[in-house]
């Protein structure tokens, strides 16, 4: 808890003064300012160090700018490390360059093109050049671009992965994956021996492309989000079906680890919002030993037709599963996007298009015919033995079973433009997606096909990379680079770049070679412990009061050869700019444990900065290679002097009687005696509060108790049983002996303004009729002793209510009133007369009068 007040300074000559007295200081209990969450860490300052999501603080990555090429570019698409030589392809005006120590210069301009895609092809560099006639190209050693192959049908190359002697390529706006082998590709032949569709889809793009240790083909696309996983059959076809559906319509990265784990990471353009999505987590939460996987809809095996999906398991965590169909209205829109890609209008994705939009207006606009689509569909009926397979699959954990059909083309089958037809996936039937989720997420699909999510962050997400383990994420459009352990749920912003958007990564030599856009620059990232020293400054911590510093302990695990060096310094204004400040302490240095010493035990060290108000501590890290010390909790026990409690406002009232109703006869009563006070206190060390109620008579110096010890704020005081009416204070007295023993309780005290306790009824006197004729005139005078007369009435023999009467000067506002009222049109025979006299309190008399009309 990090405690935030603002308030008048306080010299530090009465800090001192202020602790003098052991006794004092032993007499008051300390309170701690724990510094232990993403919250707490985050209000300080990091230079070298970084504060991950579980609340601690490392060392960081270290960021080194090799070059800006704005005057080339804006944006590097992708980049490719070839032995010494770091090629970058960049645009928005299509540039292959390359990286010369820390300069880089052009190796060649294409006009009307787009390189998207890099990759290392038989020791050269391969290039994916997009255009009205797509193509493939290597650069030679003399600095020229050779093709390869020319795709007239493809206009987009969006990704590529070589494989053996073929390249496979994800393209667009057809949506297709294709197999090309440039060594026996022919363009001219009717069934093109080199080049196969592996996969048309119904999006307009696939956006990305990963392979397992199988061989298998990964695949992301646009519009609905699908990933795809294409397995190659040994007759030369592939099988294909959908391992997620995501919640958002882009997939912007891809991932397979050594341990075929897949990673995805989606970027919807409308999601990548400044900010993050919720507040730093505030709470200590524990932490996960590991990331457990959560099952997603399967999908049914291709021998398995149409058969509905299975149960599914319910998920206790924040992890979305992603059902296999899309809402009514992605797909309205996904016919939408077919029918405007068959036009001839641009279905580009937004993640790897932002950066470019408004920059390319001088570009000539990209043109190619789209060649019709096809769809296979699946209406076969199961039988009863495919229904027991399915339940016996589902039984056995539903490895196996799979949410959608597919149709698989034999090997060499024909096709329209002499190619191998490509299987075409059908959509099983769901429940449909889940609602809008802010953000963008990236997945873990294990090798049961089971999906958890482990990141969500108001960013796009444009690249993975596999560095040891953990992932590196390249972002848009706030430029930062997320490290995530899956396995723990750490997620660290190990960098914040100047660059809006971090399209490409790649692990050289140890370290992360970045391409950036808006700007374009050339980032190297060291791994994290690379940086050797950093520091951490807290934010400054207000006690609220000159207080004395008691021990600062650090909770850290302390690896060999590495350290976390502890100093303080304090001051009484929340600024240190504005004013001095002590002095930085005598750095405390806590090295590695030594054996059979728990890294969870706190590390102690007795804070020697002078009593002051506010307080300020910094870390020093010191590494070792790709070692770093973690801070996983900082407490600073500190106490203040037992300060005076203090009483800021004291009212008495009595209950407000009804005013300005009609006074019957039968609904008579008296006013209620119970006074209601009403106080508050607080204490500035927090302490609880006990309070004494007491009354004064008027013209007496005289306290008498009404109630003591009393430990809420307000009090109901029946003054009819003890005190006589008159004037009177009320003192409330509020003390914290409660929590100070002895003579260190202090106590405060405040008396109210006057206050009248009136319980006793007004008169009325002299009251006297007077005949004349067939009419009467009463007249008398009302008197109380404390409260001003409020009102007079009257009735006549039986009437049920009172007729007011105005006194003579037609104003009540005095304790003395006189009145007379006029009683016409009287029968003859006696009458009585009732007079209501009441005070301003609600106490009232009544008085009778008979009298005769003859």
């Known amino acids: 808890m990090i405690f935030k007040k603002k308030g008048q300074c306080i010299a530090l000559t009465i800090a001192c003064s202020l602790f003098t007295t052991a006794s004092l200081v ?4 300390p309170e701690t300012f724990l510094q232990s969450t993403e919250a707490d860490f985050s209000k300080g300052e990091n230079e070298n160090t970084v504060v991950t999501n579980l609340g601690d603080i490392k060392l960081s990555a270290s960021t080194t700018i090799i070059d800006k090429i704005s005057d080339e570019a804006s944006i590097i698409y992708d980049l490719q490390k070839i032995g010494d030589r770091t090629y970058l392809a960049a645009g928005p005006e299509a540039k292959l360059l390359e990286l010369v120590g820390e300069e880089v210069k052009e190796i060649s301009s294409l006009e009307n093109e787009q390189i998207f895609s890099l ?26 671009i050779k093709t390869l192959v020319e795709l007239s049908e493809t206009r987009y190359i969006w990704d590529m992965i070589p494989n053996g002697h073929g390249i496979i390529l994800a393209t667009g706006i057809e949506g297709q994956i294709i197999s090309v082998n440039p060594e026996t590709f022919d363009a001219e032949a009717e069934e093109n ?34 990933v795809f996983r294409i397995t190659p059959k040994d007759d030369g076809s592939y099988e294909a079906f959908v391992i997620l559906d995501a919640n958002e319509p882009e997939i912007g990265a891809l991932l397979v680890t050594n341990q075929d784990i897949v990673y995805v990471g989606t970027a ?31 999908a049914s095996p291709s021998d398995i037709p149409d058969v509905p999906p299975a149960p599914e398991p319910v998920d206790q965590t924040d992890t979305d599963i992603e059902p296999l169909e899309a809402p009514a209205e992605t797909q309205a829109d996904d016919s939408a996007d077919l029918e405007n890609a068959q036009e001839g209008v641009d279905t580009e994705p937004q993640a790897i298009m932002l950066a470019i939009q408004d920059q390319d207006d001088d570009l000539q606009p990209m043109q190619s015919d789209l060649a019709e689509q096809t769809e296979a569909e699946i209406n076969t009926e199961p039988t009863a033995e495919q229904r027991d397979r399915l339940r016996e699959l589902v039984r056995q954990k539903l490895l ?28 099983a039937k769901s429940s449909g997606k889940q609602g809008p989720q802010q953000g963008n997420a990236i997945y873990r699909i294990d090798k049961d096909g089971f999906v958890s999510q482990v990141f969500r962050e108001s960013v796009m997400i444009l690249k993975l990379i596999d560095d040891n383990g953990d992932l590196l994420v390249g972002t848009g459009n706030e430029g930062q680079i997320f490290r995530i352990d899956p396995s723990l749920g750490e997620t660290t912003i190990v960098a914040d770049l100047e660059a809006e958007q971090i399209p490409a990564m790649q692990v050289v030599d140890g370290s992360v070679l970045i391409g950036t856009a808006n700007p ?31 021990t600062l302990r650090v909770t850290a695990d302390i690896a060999e050869e590495t350290s976390v060096t502890v100093e303080t310094r304090s001051g009484n204004v929340d600024n240190p700019e504005l004013a001095p400040w002590s002095t930085w302490s005598q750095a405390k240095v806590f090295m590695p444990l030594e054996e059979n010493h728990s890294p969870l035990q706190p590390r102690e060290m007795l804070v020697s ?76 060390n927090g302490d609880t509060l006990l309070y004494t109620l007491q009354f004064q008579p008027s013209g007496t110096s005289r306290w008498i108790n009404i109630v003591e010890d009393h430990a809420q704020p307000s009090f109901e005081w029946n003054t009819a049983l003890r005190a006589p009416d008159g004037w009177y204070y009320i003192r409330i007295i509020a003390t914290d002996k409660l929590d100070n023993p002895g003579d260190m309780a202090l106590s405060y005290s405040r008396r109210s303004e006057p206050v009248l306790v009136d319980n006793s009824p007004p008169k009325a006197e002299d009251l006297q009729i007077k005949i004349s004729g067939r009419s009467a005139v009463l007249f008398g005078t009302a008197i109380d002793k404390y409260s001003p007369i409020h009102t007079i009435g009257y009735l ?3 009437e049920a209510f009172f007729h007011p009467i105005l006194p003579d000067d037609l104003i009540f506002d005095s304790t003395t009133e006189t009145f007379s009222v006029t009683l016409p049109d009287l029968t003859a025979g006696q009458h009585v007369v009732t007079v209501k006299v009441n005070d301003d309190r609600g106490n009232f008399v009544l008085q009778r009068k008979l009298f005769e009309i003859k």
């Open 119 to 144: 990759a290392l092809y038989k020791g050269k560099l391969l290039l994916g050049i997009s255009g009205a006639n797509s193509r493939l190209a290597t650069l030679e050693d003399d600095g020229s």
């Open 400 to 427: 196996s079973a799979r949410n959608s059909g597919t149709l698989q083309a034999p090997a060499g089958s024909p096709s329209e433009g002499g190619r191998k037809a490509a299987p075409s996936v059908a959509r």
């Open 520 to 550: 374009a620059e050339i980032v190297n990232l060291t791994e994290a412990g690379k940086s050797v020293r950093g520091t951490y400054l807290s934010p400054i911590l207000d006690a609220g009061q000159v207080s004395l510093w008691g």
């Open 26 to 29: 032993n007499a008051i209990q």
């Open 268 to 298: 919807d353009a409308k999601q990548a919002k400044p900010g993050r999505i919720s507040e730093v987590i505030g709470q200590e939460k524990g932490r996960p030993d590991e990331i457990e996987s959560v099952n997603v809809e399967p």
């Open 609 to 684: 900065s002078p009593p002051a108000r506010y307080i300020q501590y910094r870390l020093t890290l010191m590494g070792q290679a790709d070692k770093t010390p973690v801070i996983g909790r900082v407490a600073t026990a500190y106490v203040t002097p037992n300060l005076r409690p203090s009483v800021t406002s004291v009212t008495a009232t009595y209950p407000e009687p009804p005013k300005n109703q009609p006074q019957n006869i039968n609904k008579l009563g008296q006013p209620n005696p119970n006074m209601n006070i009403k106080w508050e206190a607080f204490d500035p």
């Open 796 to 798: 006549l023999d039986d």
């Open 193 to 226: 021996p080199g080049m196969q569709v592996v996969l048309d889809v119904e999006q307009a793009n696939v956006l990305c492309l990963a392979m397992d240790s199988q061989s298998r083909i990964y695949a992301g696309t646009d519009t609905d989000g699908l």
